[in-house]
């Protein structure tokens, strides 16, 4: 599933998407499924992007989000500062999946059997 897909169950469903002051809005007449919202917040960064939000501004919406799960020492760091270290987080788990990778000859680049 992608951000178009998950729009169009929104929409399937009479809903709206609506980007407002940052964040991410959902209109319904009615309560969205719960299968509908969980694909919306598993994909929220994508949907808003699709949508035509600023990078960042969605880059500001999933911080807000990741900030309460973090250490206290982390969540006092500004947006700029949590972002390069997310970022680098990625790049290391991503070093180290293609270091397993080629450590594995039974696995190809792209992880496949």
């Given amino acids: 599933m992608n951000a178009l897909d998950v729009i169009r169950q929104v929409q399937t469903h009479g809903g709206q998407l609506v ?3 940052g964040s991410l809005r959902v209109r319904a007449p009615e309560p969205l499924p719960d299968k509908v919202m ?3 917040a598993e994909h929220k960064a994508s949907v808003m992007v699709a949508l035509g939000a600023p990078l960042d501004v969605v880059a ?3 911080l807000r989000e990741l900030r309460p799960h973090l250490p206290k020492s982390l969540q006092a760091l500004p947006d700029d500062r949590l972002l ?3 970022n680098w987080s ?3 788990a991503f070093e180290k999946a ?3 990778g080629m450590e594995r000859p039974d696995v ?3 992880g496949v059997r």
């Fill in 90 to 92: 990625i790049i290391a």
């Fill in 60 to 62: 500001a919406s999933v």
């Fill in 38 to 40: 969980a694909a919306l």
């Fill in 19 to 21: 980007l407002a002051d």
């Fill in 98 to 100: 293609i270091q397993q």
């Fill in 84 to 86: 390069v270290l997310v």
């Fill in 108 to 110: 190809g680049a792209a």
